[in-house]
């Protein structure tokens, strides 16, 4: 063989191991193209059923843009199928047993029921492992964030805490709690995000739902609560997230969390399809609330529409759901629910993301008949190859380079490591402890209820609340 011919031949087989994960030298990585901003926008318990119906009508136009211009298709969960869970799982690669989120609540060890919270994560997250490879995270109101920890850029709880008398499994921002913010200096500025939005929630619930019945069984004062529930928690972390958007310098990976589709979702389902259940709801309800839920997806529409125009021009974006939902007809206080995984939302597009050769046409879509894309498992790793850090290899998914643009290169990666996680990690987690009377006191509790974050004294509805809560 001719001596050039080999070192050709040599040289092109170096290259073929430097374009698979694992067989990557530095140099090949620099070379690569360099990652640009990506944001991902979780929207908790968006049903693909309910989607497929509403692009029909053309009703959701913004995910259609992201539909269209990338790659869609349904995303894999896992059970037992609980957000906290789940959403730690997409923010880390890990298994529940792995994470440490294991459910909403743990027992301690003297038989105490004790609200699981950021402290409990027992591995780095996707925003831990970015700010050690100096990249900008901006993490607004995913799950098990509170209390909040050092991130290089910054952190917006969703915060859950104990009080004596109550507590708050499905979080938002609470005004007069500490460590909702990271760095502490913003805390102030962004909690005074909680008070703009209460004053314009009636406003914003009747553009939404236009004018909703006033309630006049305690069944409807508790479902009119979930919806100011979701209006508020949701208009408070989109409101922070267009103003991250908004600075200079931007960030590198952002995460921003909606939970109203899921809250509506478990209250509203059987008005929506009075038809499946026996005995059907009563009439009345059905035409006061049939139209809750789709006027929700409409809003959470709008609002990711607010966040692609807002962003920079070269983010991508990943749009997801933990899990969809399915109607079930033997819990007396949810007509819908999640307990059998039913496959989540799965969205992509951008400059890094691959396109299809043509537009698909999005009506008549069958949504028994949308392909599964990936796992929940796999978005970590993928988020992470988007920016070319090295896999762990204790991550139990994997990077989706189908996913990618090909003139990205995705396949050029460094060097996967056995695993992110370090003892001096875990030591720092035992510091992050919320204090235990957050919200114990009676003038904050005064405030919440007012602000309809939490229940009035009534023992049923606190307790219907901490189930409700509690998914
Ligand atoms: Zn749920």
Redesign the pocket.
């Given at each position: 063989m001719p001596r050039s011919f080999r070192r050709r031949a040599l040289l092109m087989f170096g290259l073929t191991l430097a374009c698979l994960p694992g067989g990557c030298d530095s140099s090949r990585v620099a070379d690569a193209p360099p990652p640009t901003p990506l944001i991902v926008i979780g929207l908790?318990?968006l049903e693909w059923s309910v989607v497929v119906e509403m692009l029909d009508k053309d009703h959701l136009p913004n995910l259609a843009r992201v539909m269209r211009a990338g790659t869609f298709g349904k995303l894999e969960t896992i059970r037992p199928t609980s957000?906290p869970i789940i959403w730690t799982t997409i923010a880390t690669g890990k298994r529940g047993e792995e994470h440490g989120i294991t459910d909403f609540t743990r027992t301690s060890d003297d038989g105490e029921t004790i609200l699981l919270t950021n402290a409990d994560r027992q591995t780095k997250a996707l925003w831990n492992i970015l700010s050690e490879f100096d990249r900008r995270v901006a993490i607004v109101g995913w799950w098990m964030t509170y209390p909040v920890e050092p991130v290089n850029g910054i952190m917006v709880a969703q915060t859950n805490t104990d009080s004596d008398e109550r507590r708050l499994f499905k979080g938002t921002l609470v005004e007069g709690v500490p460590d909702q913010v990271y760095p502490p200096e913003r805390q102030e500025e962004i909690l005074s995000v909680v008070g703009d939005v209460a004053k314009r929630a009636e406003r914003l619930k009747r553009r939404i739902f236009g004018r909703l019945p006033k309630a006049r069984v305690n069944a409807d004062r508790v479902a009119l609560r979930k919806i100011d529930w979701a209006v508020r928690a949701d208009a408070v972390y989109h409101s922070t997230a267009l103003r991250l958007l908004d600075e200079q310098p931007g960030y590198d990976l952002s995460m921003f969390y909606f939970g109203g589709a899921?809250?509506l979702?478990?209250r509203f389902w059987n008005y929506m399809y009075p038809q499946l259940y026996d005995p059907r709801p009563p009439q009345q309800n059905v035409l006061m609330y049939r139209s809750v839920i789709k006027d929700y997806y409409k809003h959470l529409d709008h609002l990711v529409g607010t966040l692609l125009d807002a962003a920079p021009a070269d983010a991508s974006f990943i749009i997801i759901s933990d899990h969809g939902?399915v109607p079930v007809f033997t819990d007396t206080r949810f007509s819908a629910?999640?307990h059998e995984a039913p496959p989540g939302f799965f969205a992509c597009s951008g400059p890094v993301f691959r396109k299809p050769a043509e537009p698909p046409d999005l009506h008549g879509l069958d949504a028994e008949r949308i392909p599964l894309v990936c796992s929940v498992y796999d978005l970590a790793p993928t988020i992470l190859a988007h920016f070319r850090i090295p896999l762990g290899r204790d991550m139990a998914g994997s990077i989706q380079t189908r996913l990618f643009d090909p003139a990205y290169q995705v396949a050029i990666q460094p060097e996967p490591r056995d695993s992110h996680d370090d003892a001096a990690f875990l030591a720092e987690r035992t510091r992050l402890q919320p204090s235990a009377d957050s919200i114990a006191d009676k003038e904050r509790l005064d405030q919440l209820r007012s602000l309809g974050y939490v229940g009035d004294d009534d023992e049923e509805e606190d307790e219907d609340d901490e189930d409700d809560d509690g998914?």
């Open positions: 908790d318990g957000s899921d809250v979702g478990h939902m629910h999640h998914d």
